[in-house]
């Protein structure tokens, strides 16, 4: 079963090879141990040509993971993202999604990876929508899981590590068998931190006409790139943005409710654990947000175009 269509090439260490050889030893350290580290970019087509998107700010937060994994990145930031581009151009590609991963190489067996050289794969694919074929229109259905999002500092909690995804993978797989479609994942206190691999927003007083977006910060929650995007667009059209804890029951309660990521991208909640938000359609702001964001990310207007690369 395959949901996705792989491109003919991928990018390892510095050059193309067959997507079928894109593969690092099974004795890597990052194999091994989950010590790699990772992003997810998306490449939208526009009409200039395929762009992908904030591509700058992923290898950022691709170098910032390196950091608090101790991990030297033998590439220059322009480097990877040269690398990127190629990658799309090489395949022909035009709206994609790119899986760029540094792992800790294979060299000694050891739990410390001190020494060891690093990985650079850079992967790319057709995806379809990731939450399902009608989850931009219609939303999605989310459970909340009893596995927690609980990290160790607030810097491990904003490192996209591929070791700290065992517990996202759990909650996706516990939501699928349940009929759901994604999972919501508390912190250790109890409060709402972000779904399996989305950040998560509630709307409040939109009925009396001022609405506020809330959503978690970010001590349990990564500091998505949609998430930071969303929160600029609200702001610049009058909506009132809000980082602080809250509790599942909020959330519930809330008139709107919508989750964001790269292969989210804007999501309508429309119910939790079986009980409906709002009136169980994707609400007003939500629709607003999740046009603006898709225009932006299909280079339509002028005012974000500085988010997007073109390939
Ligand atoms: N939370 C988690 C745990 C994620 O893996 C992702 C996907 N990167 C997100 C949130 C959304 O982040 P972004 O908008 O940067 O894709």
Not at 146 to 155: Q, Y
Not at 170 to 188: H, V
Not at 198 to 214: S, Y
Not at 245 to 251: D, Q, S, V
């Amino acid at each position: 079963m395959k949901d996705f269509r792989e491109a003919p090439f991928a990018w390892l260490n510095g050059r193309f090879v067959k997507w079928k050889d894109a593969g690092v030893h099974s004795a890597s350290h990052s194999f091994l141990y989950g010590t790699g580290v990772f992003e997810g970019i998306a490449c939208y087509l526009a009409p200039k040509g395929p762009a992908l998107f904030r591509l700058g700010d992923h290898i950022d937060r691709l170098r910032e993971s390196a950091r608090v994994m101790k991990m030297k990145v033998p590439y220059t930031k322009a480097e990877v993202e040269k690398a990127c581009i190629d990658v799309v151009r090489k395949n022909r590609l035009d709206e994609c999604y790119l899986r760029v991963v540094l792992g800790y190489g294979y060299g000694k067996i050891g739990l410390a990876p001190t020494g060891l050289k690093t990985d650079l794969t850079i992967m790319v694919w057709r995806q379809g929508n990731y939450l399902g074929k009608m989850a931009q229109e219609k939303g999605i259905k989310v459970m909340t899981s009893g596995i927690r999002r609980v990290f160790g500092t607030e810097e491990l909690a904003a490192a996209k590590i591929t070791g700290s995804y065992y517990t996202s993978a759990l909650a996706k797989m516990e939501a699928l068998g349940k009929g759901f479609d994604e999972a919501l994942m508390l912190d250790a206190k109890g409060f709402v931190a972000e779904c399996a691999v989305e950040n998560i927003f509630m709307v409040r007083g939109a009925k009396n006409g001022v609405p506020e977006l809330i959503t978690p910060l970010t001590a349990s929650a990564l500091p998505g790139i949609t998430r930071a995007s969303i929160m600029e667009i609200a702001r610049n059209e009058g909506i009132e943005v809000w980082e602080r804890l809250f509790r599942p029951e909020e959330l519930c309660s809330a008139e709107e409710v919508f989750v964001t990521g790269t292969s989210a991208q804007v999501t309508p909640v429309v119910s939790i654990d079986g009980s409906t938000i709002g009136n169980g359609t994707p609400g007003i702001v939500t629709k607003r947000l999740q046009k603006t964001f898709f225009d932006t990310a299909h280079g339509k207007g002028k005012k974000y175009a500085k988010w997007l690369v073109y390939v």
